[in-house]
């Protein structure tokens, strides 16, 4: 399976980490520092998962999310939270539509499951159709 993910961190570190991990799945990366370089780049890259911390400057990483979804672009974008979050962040990001959460710290294993679950959600044209002739069973 491959796809393009925008990895969202404050965290150059955390950046890194979840870049090498999700390559060596075969996926492209790409990152930004924040919610406002998200923004930025998000239409030039069109990725097929994103990646959000809650905790960013600039622009937090939910309210990054509800802009993705106010906007028909990306309104259908797969979402994930990885973050260290609260409980009220958690609820605010189903408030916005965030489709998966990982916890930091986190396995590399279960970030790659993420990824790959949400490749399967309806999002971009071509990677709904792709994943539905693969099956939800693996």
């Given at each position: 399976?491959?796809g393009r993910v925008?990895?969202?961190?404050?965290?150059?570190?955390?950046?890194?980490?979840?870049?090498?991990?999700?390559?060596?799945?075969?996926?492209?990366?790409?990152?930004?520092?924040?919610?406002?370089?998200?923004?930025?780049?998000?239409?030039?890259?069109?990725?097929?998962?994103?990646?959000?911390?809650?905790?960013?400057?600039?622009?937090d990483g939910l309210?990054?999310?509800?802009?993705?979804?106010?906007?028909?672009?990306?309104s259908r974008l797969?979402?994930?939270?990885?973050?260290?979050?609260?409980?009220?962040?958690?609820?605010?990001?189903?408030?916005?539509?965030?489709?998966?959460?990982?916890?930091?710290?986190?396995?590399?294993?279960?970030?790659?499951?993420?990824?790959?679950?949400?490749?399967?959600?309806?999002?971009?044209?071509?990677?709904?159709?792709?994943?539905?002739?693969?099956?939800?069973?693996?």
């Amino acid at each position: 399976m491959s796809g393009r993910v925008l990895v969202v961190d404050d965290s150059e570190v955390i950046r890194q980490l979840i870049r090498v991990n999700l390559e060596l799945e075969g996926f492209e990366v790409v990152t930004a520092a924040d919610g406002a370089e998200c923004l930025e780049v998000i239409r030039r890259v069109r990725p097929d998962v994103v990646t959000l911390d809650v905790m960013m400057p600039r622009l937090d990483g939910l309210r990054t999310a509800a802009r993705l979804r106010a906007t028909p672009d990306t309104s259908r974008l797969p979402i994930a939270i990885v973050s260290a979050c609260t409980p009220a962040d958690l609820d605010l990001g189903e408030t916005v539509g965030v489709d998966g959460y990982l916890g930091k710290p986190f396995d590399p294993a279960d970030l790659v499951a993420l990824v790959r679950r949400l490749m399967r959600l309806p999002g971009p044209p071509g990677a709904q159709a792709d994943e539905q002739a693969g099956g939800a069973g693996r």
